[in-house]
């Protein structure tokens, strides 16, 4: 038996029927609850025995009071971060949130004003235009741009709009959701003197930096020049994506910069937004202390599954665009050279529930984003059903 599946048999489980928001939400999101769902950014993989041990130790205690978060939190968040990235952390830098996307609400607020100019690299993750637009801030969109295979940024025109727009506030993906990049440091580096000189501050969400799925190494903003930009920077993580926990409520946001912890503070008060899910905080505790080994072999099921995916078109001689998979566990794909109706074709005619590239920028019309983090089954359903109905058309 392979890693692979040793893996699946162990973690693999049937979610319908629970709420999912992957699987059972399928009618009120796409109008088909018959599809495939292989979208939204969570795992059909139990967490770690470890975690589900813990948190049944504390169930079975029975008593959910007010809380506060220990040591043995902050001692094995702390070695997770700097064993695996090389990033120091201190107690004083770190604010907790019932998530990254309400941190980051929680930012724009403390942060900028009605109107203020807000930059994003498109197409991302869309709550990230959502909670700018939601928090009535002037958007600012720079394309991420498709050189030889691979996604880079557009310096100038980032700087450009930066000049036009008085852009008070950059929300970066690190690594980049759903193009799946990587940045270097010379790419962040570049990037961070930029918004740095013309007075930008930073927000870095770095929730998918355990996802490192090729030999390119993540570097948190934190670490970029040697923590030259810390003092203009605010990082978000959480072991939310890693361990599978979305649900469980809990978020880190990181401010080395005193003055921006105390700005923060001022409007997380305000909403009295300061507390933290018990269960949330014990499994990322769990998770950070005992989860690598089951990390290793998720990702290498990951890559598995990626691998079925690339492979599966080059056998069947169909070209077709899917962005190097260097981070996150999800698929980046053009359908363009294949439809004009990408819904249509997903829907009705694969049967697949994905995310659609128009979800996440305008110019991303026609991309799909498939989610990886499930078993290499559905990966070759899937990967098939589309095959099948490329080659009936073509
Ligand atoms: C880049 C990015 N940030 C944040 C989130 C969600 O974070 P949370 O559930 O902690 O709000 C996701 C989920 O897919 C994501 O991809």
């Not at 489980?13 to 109008?31: I, M, P, Q, W, Y």
């Not at 809380?67 to 770190?94: C, H, M, P, T």
């Not at 923060?264 to 909403?271: G, I, L, N």
């Not at 665009?321 to 694969?350: H, S, V």
Request: a negative charge.
């Amino acid at each position: 038996m392979s890693l692979v599946d040793d893996f699946v048999r162990e973690f693999y489980v049937e979610r319908k029927g629970t709420n999912s928001l992957k699987h059972d939400a399928l009618k009120r999101r796409f109008g088909d609850e018959n599809l495939l769902g292989m979208w939204v950014a969570d795992m059909d993989f139990k967490t770690p025995n470890e975690i589900t041990n813990a948190l049944n130790e504390r169930v079975n205690h029975g008593v959910y009071g007010y809380s506060f978060v220990g040591d043995e939190y902050f001692d094995a968040f702390f070695s997770w971060q700097k064993d695996n990235y090389g990033v120091e952390l201190k107690r004083e830098w770190i604010r907790f949130n019932t998530g990254v996307v309400s941190a980051i609400y929680l930012a724009i607020n403390a942060f900028t004003k009605p109107n203020d100019s807000v930059m994003i690299i498109t197409p991302v993750y869309y709550p990230f235009k959502n909670s700018i637009i939601d928090n009535d801030r002037n958007l600012i969109c720079s394309e991420a741009l498709l050189k030889n295979g691979e996604y880079e940024l557009d310096f100038d025109d980032i700087e450009q709009k930066i000049r036009q727009n008085n852009v008070k506030l950059f929300i970066h993906s690190s690594p980049h959701n759903p193009l799946g990049k990587v940045w270097s440091d010379d790419e962040l580096s570049r990037l961070f003197e930029i918004l740095t000189r013309h007075n930008v501050l930073i927000i870095s969400d770095e929730i998918h930096q355990d996802f490192m799925m090729s030999s390119k190494p993540f570097i948190s903003a934190l670490n970029v020049q040697n923590g030259k930009f810390s003092d203009n920077l605010i990082v978000m993580t959480s072991a939310s994506k890693t361990f599978n926990l979305a649900c469980l409520l809990h978020s880190v946001t990181i401010f080395k910069n005193e003055k921006l912890a105390k700005i923060y503070d001022e409007m997380a008060k305000r909403f009295h937004q300061t507390e933290t899910s018990i269960l949330g905080v014990i499994a990322a505790t769990f998770g950070y202390k005992y989860g690598k080994k089951w990390l290793e072999s998720l990702k290498v099921t990951i890559n598995f599954n990626y691998e079925i995916l690339t492979e599966s078109f080059k056998n069947e001689n169909i070209e077709i665009f899917i962005a190097p998979l260097e981070g996150t566990y999800l698929a980046w794909l053009d359908l363009n050279p294949y439809t004009k109706d990408t819904k249509d074709f997903m829907q009705r005619r694969c049967g697949l529930a994905i995310d659609y590239g128009e979800w996440f920028g305008k110019n991303a019309k026609g991309f799909i984003r498939i989610n990886l983090a499930t078993k290499p089954e559905i990966i070759k359903t899937a990967t098939t059903r589309i095959i099948k109905e490329i080659k009936a058309n073509f």
